[in-house]
C-alpha cells in the first residue's frame, strides 16, 4: 500500500506564494505520472498540474497556467508545485496524486492519493 504525503500549505496574502510537496516514503520505484488535484469548499475535486516522471513533460489547467510550476526530484520519488501569484479562489484543500499506469497527462484517473493540505489565500 503506498501513501501519499502532502506538506507546505498554510496562510498567505493574496498576491503571495507556497511551495507544495509530496513524497512517497517507503517507494523503491518512480511513479509514470504525478499530479496535484485540489477542492474548495462546496465544489467538486479539479485538476491543477501533473508531471510525467522519464522525461518531465508537464501538463497544467487553464487555471494554473503562468502562475504554478509542477517539478519532481528523481531520487526522492518526490513532486513539488510552486505557487505564485495567488488569489482567494486558489483557497482549497490541495491534493497529491500518482500514478503507474501509461497514459497522457491529460489522464485524470490516479491510482494513489494523499490526505492534503490547506491553502488559504486571503484578501
Known amino acids: 500500500q503506498v501513501h501519499l504525503v502532502e506538506s507546505g500549505g498554510g496562510l498567505v496574502q493574496a498576491g503571495g506564494s507556497l511551495r507544495l510537496s509530496c513524497a512517497a516514503p517507503?517507494?523503491?520505484?518512480?511513479?509514470?505520472?504525478m499530479g496535484w488535484f485540489r477542492q474548495a469548499p462546496g465544489k467538486e475535486r479539479e485538476f491543477v498540474a501533473a508531471?510525467?516522471?522519464?522525461?518531465?513533460?508537464?501538463y497544467y489547467a487553464d487555471s494554473a497556467k503562468g502562475r504554478f510550476t509542477i517539478s519532481r526530484d528523481n531520487a526522492a520519488n518526490t513532486v513539488d508545485l510552486q505557487t505564485s501569484s495567488l488569489k482567494p479562489e486558489d483557497t482549497a484543500v490541495y491534493y497529491c496524486?500518482?500514478?503507474?499506469?501509461?497514459?497522457?497527462?491529460?489522464?485524470?484517473?490516479?491510482?494513489?492519493w494523499g490526505q492534503g493540505t490547506q491553502v488559504t489565500v486571503s484578501s
Open positions: 496524486a500518482a500514478d503507474d499506469r501509461l497514459s497522457t497527462l491529460r489522464t485524470v484517473e490516479y491510482n494513489d
Open positions: 517507503g517507494r523503491t520505484s518512480n511513479f509514470y505520472k
Open positions: 508531471i510525467r516522471w522519464w522525461d518531465g513533460f508537464t
